[in-house]
């Protein structure tokens, strides 16, 4: 299984390619367009990549060695089986980890929830895979700085866990209407 | 090299050692995927960081906050949450993005509500969610985190 995932890398995407060729040629054009604003400009764009060269490679490293080490099947058979206070927090520690776009976690989820775990559990755990992973937390501490990150964090760890109750309630609600 | 950069490339370098005496296959595996990633990514980080360059250099700040800073309001809010919430680039490369707008004049609010939105929401995989897990799981799950994600940033506005 966790050699798998690794083999499913594709080349960058078409659209993105195609978007910075766009890009390139609108800052090309307005550059030469207007002389004065080049420094502004090439400046901003040049200490950004710095700064994002410090860390990005890093942080895919970081998320290389997850994808290997980490399978796929580990997040699935941790999160099924605890509830309560347990599970949320299991759900969040689990989301956070490096692995995979959302969509790779939706079907997991709805595998899950049929083998009977909590629907509350599975929306903090794809909140927590959406929104707090590890790579995220370290590029929001490098351009955004601690305070920034760490009062986000943990506003969003406390309505995700709001939330999950929220449309736990609503799901069975339904789920008992429908029958 | 500021301290957070230095710290992330330490991990990153404990984690290849940590690796390399674990397994030397797997190592190698882990920095080949690793590079695949960093390839994947690198246009779009180009995209941005050359949007970034284009707002700072063309877009007076007093445009910027006039929109998205604290006299906006409401307006500024709810605008950079509509936008984090339609707009498809990787997570990874919001921040940047939202550190220039900051820079520029827009307000820990606006920059908040639309990072989370940008996170949380998806509107390009909505229909695989309600494929996955239904109608009533998805439109909840996205409609709370539109207003998960607003009152984060109000509350990130008033701490900050």
Redesign the interface.
């Known amino acids: 299984m966790s ?1 798998e995932r ?1 083999g499913r ?5 078409l659209g ?2 195609l ?2 060729a766009v ?2 040629s ?2 090309l054009m ?1 550059l030469l367009l ?1 002389p004065d ?1 080049r420094g ?3 400046g ?2 040049g200490d ?2 710095v ?2 060269m ?12 997850f ?3 980490v399978p796929d099947t580990l997040v699935a058979r941790h999160l099924g089986q605890t509830s309560g206070a347990r599970g949320i927090a299991l759900a969040l520690a689990l989301g956070t980890l490096p692995t995979g776009p ?2 790779v976690a ?2 997991l ?2 595998a899950l ?1 049929s083998k009977g775990a909590r ?1 509350s559990n ?2 903090v755990f ?2 927590a895979w ?2 707090i ?1 590890l ?2 937390e ?7 700085g601690l ?2 990150m760490a ?2 964090l943990l ?2 760890i406390g ?2 866990v ?2 999950g109750l ?2 736990e309630a ?2 069975e609600f ?1 789920g008992q209407d429908m029958k | 090299m500021n301290l957070t950069a230095l710290i992330i490339n330490g991990i990153a370098l404990a984690g290849v050692a940590l690796s390399l005496a674990r397994d030397r296959k797997k190592a190698w595996q882990s920095l080949t995927v690793a590079g695949r990633f960093f390839l994947r990514i690198l246009p779009m980080t180009l995209l941005i960081i050359l949007a970034i360059g284009l707002l700072l250099g063309f877009v007076p700040p007093s445009r910027i906050s006039q929109f998205l800073g604290e006299q906006s309001g409401a307006g500024g809010v709810l605008l950079a949450g509509a936008v984090g919430a339609v707009m498809h680039i990787p997570a990874l490369l919001s921040f940047p993005l939202a550190a220039s707008l900051l820079d520029s004049g827009a307000s820990v609010t606006a920059v908040a509500a639309f990072i989370t939105t940008l996170t949380m929401i998806g509107m390009i995989t909505l229909p695989l969610e309600i494929r996955e897990l239904g109608l009533t799981f998805a439109a909840l799950r996205n409609g709370l985190s539109f207003v998960a994600a607003l009152l984060i940033a109000l509350l990130m506005g008033w701490i900050l």
């Open positions: 050699g690794p890398q594709r080349p960058p995407p993105d390619l978007g910075l890009v390139g609108l800052a307005l207007y604003r502004a400009v090439t901003t764009a950004y990549l700064e994002m410090l860390v990005l490679p890093a942080v895919m490293v970081i998320m290389g060695l994808a290997v080490w959302l969509y939706f079907p989820a709805a929830i629907v599975m929306v794809l909140s959406a929104c992973k790579p995220q370290m590029m929001e501490l490098q351009f955004l305070e920034f009062s986000r506003l969003t309505t995700v709001v939330m929220l449309v609503a799901v339904r």
